[in-house]
């Protein structure tokens, strides 16, 4: 599940620069590994065409083909883009979980499960809060 080393350099900033950078809700997911209240965030009911990113640093994570409904009230995906997100074992909370974070920022993005849909299986549940969601731009009618 670990993403390769094909990502730009990592992005080093200051707790302050990210807290100058980010919302506080942001902030305390992404810098702080918090979780949203489910249901709350409004890229669960986006499914135009495009590419999710990350909140705190830009890098392209997933894309709309991946995503699905997976009635646990947060966005869910089967597969990141290639060398997008790294995981590790996150034993918080008296439980073992696999944790996804951004490999450029490593800010926390959610957890990946093995209960999701084929092709991968995986679900990878993130915090709508720390995606940004760019629409695909419409084909250009220009020949």
């Avoid at 918090?34 to 009911?45: H, K, Y």
């Avoid at 947060?74 to 951004?102: I, K, N, Y």
Wanted: proline fraction near 8%; aromatic fraction near 8%; hydrophobic fraction near 30%.
């Amino acid at each position: 599940m670990s993403g390769s080393d094909t990502m730009s350099a990592p992005e080093a900033r200051s707790e302050a620069e990210w807290k100058a950078t980010l919302t506080p809700e942001q902030y305390r997911v992404l810098r702080e590994h918090g979780t949203e209240r489910a249901g709350t965030s409004c890229l669960l009911a986006e499914k135009r065409p495009g590419t999710f990113t990350c909140a705190g640093c830009g890098t392209p994570l997933f894309v709309n083909e991946t995503k699905f409904e997976s009635g646990t009230g947060w966005p869910s995906f089967f597969e990141p883009l290639p060398g997008a997100v790294e995981t590790q074992v996150d034993r918080s909370h008296w439980m073992v979980r696999t944790e996804a974070h951004c490999a450029r920022c490593k800010g926390h993005l959610g957890h990946v499960f093995d209960d999701g849909p084929a092709p991968s299986g995986l679900r990878y549940c993130m915090n709508g809060t720390s995606l940004a969601f760019t629409p695909k731009e419409p084909a250009s009618g220009t020949v």
